[in-house]
């Protein structure tokens, strides 16, 4: 098999989740990206491990680690976005940003 097959696969992950990034408004979704181009990534690595045919299967093993690295990272994200959404009530992207506003918002009404 051609290495130009799995790259190309990879690259139109990566831009999908690149997109997905940029675009949405739903940081569930924001994630789920995040996932998808983690994805094109471990596709590159496996895909050039085997046409180098490494010996100590680097890129496999740098592969486990990276999905490791994505599930503790999607459960603390999902942690995180619940209990946004617990307080906030929204789990849009333009409203988490400004997580800083609503404590000062709450002084300055304390202080009146």
């Known amino acids: 098999m051609h290495l130009a097959y799995p ?3 990879a690259v139109l992950l990566f831009s999908v989740g690149v997109y997905g990034v940029l675009a949405r408004r739903n940081v569930i979704l924001v994630l789920m990206s ?3 181009m983690l994805n094109a990534v471990n596709l ?3 895909a ?3 046409w180098l045919r490494d ?3 680097a890129g496999q093993a740098l592969t486990l680690f990276t999905i490791t690295i994505a599930a503790a990272e ?3 994200g ?3 976005v619940l209990l946004v959404h617990r307080t906030r009530r929204t789990a849009a992207v333009d409203e988490v940003t400004a997580l800083g506003d609503r404590h000062e918002a709450d002084t300055e009404e304390v202080a009146r």
Do not use: K, P, R
Request: proline share 0%; hydrophobic share 70%; glycine share 4%.
């Open 7 to 9: 790259a190309v696969l």
């Open 34 to 36: 995040v996932e998808l």
């Open 44 to 46: 590159n690595l496996v």
């Open 48 to 50: 050039f491990d085997v």
């Open 55 to 57: 010996t100590l299967h």
């Open 74 to 76: 999607i459960g603390l």
């Open 78 to 80: 999902l942690a995180i």
